[in-house]
């Protein structure tokens, strides 16, 4: 139940309303038409700029169309005012009634008060992580991970059709190097001295597991053949994604596919993507200019097998095949945004490292290729770099890791619940600091214990209310302007789980929930003052009830926000 979706259409009826009457020509556009919260509600309930958006196309003043629409407006039962703002917003004052009325259905659906249900199903692919396979999850997946899980969370609970995809890339260069790290683990697993690990291969504790699990497996046999690099890899791979896979689940993160670049590669599908591409002319032989700056030292000037990236709107065309024959990355880019289409998804998102923002404008263009322009949509979100802190000095690397901090680390430390909030307590774009020592204080700064105390608090409440009560609810009995502000708070969430879905922004939930943990923290100390706005009181089993009755829609509004962000709301603490 949005109630600004509901009176955004009371107010476009208004306007077909007006145009039937003649004075405004029919046939409009109401895509951009928005209500909303004003900013102060001293203005009214209910924003509008359905005048302003539709002044042109009317053929006048946002005003004078304005005024053609509060008279239908102040008709409507639920609005007791209307009245013009600045160049041409609308605000609405609304009765009384519709407060009491929302909460009571905000009571009735309970834990899914703010889910929706689309009126055409969309189907959304959300690809996260996608880490190479070459060893444990370190922090800055773990921020990627987090928001891709919530951002796919979030879809869901607004009526998505949604699949959680993790792409792995098993097919390059780095899984040989891979191999070829834990082929000397394998030898030092056989009791041989393997000394320092040379340059460019993985030095990580993490690869020992592997060598003794090939040691076991085939005893010294590897050491008498040239065929040891396939079957090292594979073991690699697998025991790789076993590692992640654990990761993932210590931060409750489970994908539903997991998809292998190999098999793109050995199934044809990336000849197959190609020819389609090369059918309908996207496809040719020709020189790419040198990239802008340094020239990169393996850039080569010579003919190259090109896709006609430029005609969707990429800033250059790009390589699918290398010098040597074989296939560029890019080309199993091409065969797996296909893949996604062919399975009929209307929505890609990308969940990727601050450094490949060069990445979204050709996945773009790929999509639009095979699927037709704006057919497709296709969002990459690019998450920027964790730092991690401790009383304000930089974390030291692992030393199982070798060069940076696990993911796995952090979360044993502080608590999945701590790492997943912090995560998303910042837009995914913006740098994020994480001292170990903030997030885990309990006050009002630190945000996660915020809120998930407001909602220990309201549980211990509901603990110990009294049995036996005789008295029906009645939410117009909540007139304290600290109730009304709570109020206004629960009505926005439906609101804020809509536009945060549209706009893939998951930090705007984590950015409300503490909002209203501060409104609820505010009721209640407020009743520490005022005796008579506890929410117990003797002898008055009717404002008792409603007040818990009350009490448990807030603790909906906590429950299923932190549950769209995976976030346990724990009943003690």
């Avoid at 699990?213 to 010294?220: K, N, R, T």
């Avoid at 670049?261 to 389609?276: D, F, H, I």
């Avoid at 037709?372 to 770099?385: E, F, N, R, S, Y």
């Avoid at 969430?493 to 503490?514: D, K």
Wanted: hydrophobic share 45%; aromatic share 10%.
């Amino acid at each position: 139940m949005n109630l600004f979706l509901q009176f955004q259409d009371v107010v476009v009826q208004a306007l077909h309303d007006v145009a039937a009457l003649g004075k405004i020509p029919a046939g409009f556009d109401t895509s951009k038409i928005t209500s909303e919260p004003p900013r102060d509600f001293t203005h009214g309930d209910i924003s509008t700029n359905a005048a302003m958006v539709l002044a042109k196309p009317a053929g006048m003043a946002p005003r004078a169309l304005a005024e053609l629409l509060l008279p239908l407006l102040k008709a409507h039962a639920d609005v007791v005012d209307a009245s013009i703002a600045g160049p041409g917003f609308i605000n609405l004052k609304l009765a009384d009634a519709v407060w009491p009325r929302f909460i009571q259905s905000a009571l009735d659906q309970g834990d899914k008060f703010g889910s929706a249900t689309l009126k055409r199903p969309v189907k959304v692919n959300v690809e996260y992580v996608s880490a190479n396979p070459t060893g444990p999850l370190h922090v800055g997946h773990c921020r990627g991970a987090v928001f891709g899980d919530a951002l796919a969370s979030l879809l869901d609970f607004a009526g998505y059709d949604v699949t959680k995809e993790y792409y792995i890339n098993d097919a390059g260069a780095q899984v040989d190097v891979l191999a070829q790290s834990a082929f000397l683990r394998y030898r030092e697993a056989l009791g041989q001295d393997i000394g320092e690990i040379p340059s460019g291969l993985y030095p990580g504790d993490y690869l020992k597991p592997v060598g003794q699990a090939l040691a076991q497996e085939f005893g010294d046999k590897l050491l008498g053949t040239n065929d040891w690099l396939p079957i090292v890899r594979d073991k690699a791979i697998a025991m790789m994604m076993d590692m992640i896979r654990a990761d993932l689940a210590a931060l409750n993160i489970k994908q539903e596919i997991f998809f292998s670049e190999k098999s793109l590669q050995t199934s044809g599908a990336v000849e197959s993507a190609l020819a389609t591409l090369e059918k309908a002319g996207q496809v040719y032989v020709g020189k790419l200019p040198p990239p802008k700056g340094e020239t990169p030292v393996d850039w080569e000037d010579r003919d190259q097998t090109l896709f006609r990236s430029t005609a969707f709107g990429d800033d250059t065309d790009r390589a699918l095949k290398k010098s040597d024959g074989s296939f560029t990355y890019f080309a199993s880019d091409v065969a797996y945004s296909q893949n996604k289409i062919a399975r009929g998804f209307d929505q890609l998102i990308y969940v990727l490292g601050a450094d490949h923002g060069g990445y979204v404008k050709r996945l773009q263009a790929v999509a639009s290729a095979f699927a037709g322009p704006g057919k497709v949509l296709v969002d990459a979100k690019l998450c920027q770099l964790v730092k991690l802190l401790r009383n304000g000095e930089p974390v030291k690397m692992s030393k199982r890791a070798g060069e940076f901090v696990t993911l796995r680390e952090v979360v044993d430390e502080v608590g999945q619940d701590v790492v997943r909030f912090m995560m998303l307590y910042r837009k995914n774009e913006a740098p994020l600091d994480f001292d170990f020592a903030k997030v885990t204080e309990q006050s009002k700064d630190n945000p996660v214990f915020y809120v998930q105390y407001a909602h220990a608090r309201i549980c211990s409440v509901l603990r110990n209310a009294p049995a036996g009560m005789n008295a029906e609810i009645d939410f117009s009995l909540l007139t304290d302007d600290a109730e009304k502000a709570i109020i206004r708070k629960i009505v926005e969430f439906p609101r804020v789980i809509e536009a945060s879905a549209q706009a893939h922004e998951p930090h705007r939930i984590s950015f409300y929930l503490y909002d209203l943990a501060s409104e609820f923290h505010s009721l209640w100390n407020k009743g520490k003052e005022l005796p008579q706005l506890r929410f117990i009181l003797q002898n008055q089993d009717n404002v008792t009830l409603t007040r818990l009755a009350f009490l448990r829609v807030i603790r909906y509004c906590l429950a299923n926000g932190l549950g769209v962000l995976g976030v346990r709301p724990v009943e003690e603490m």
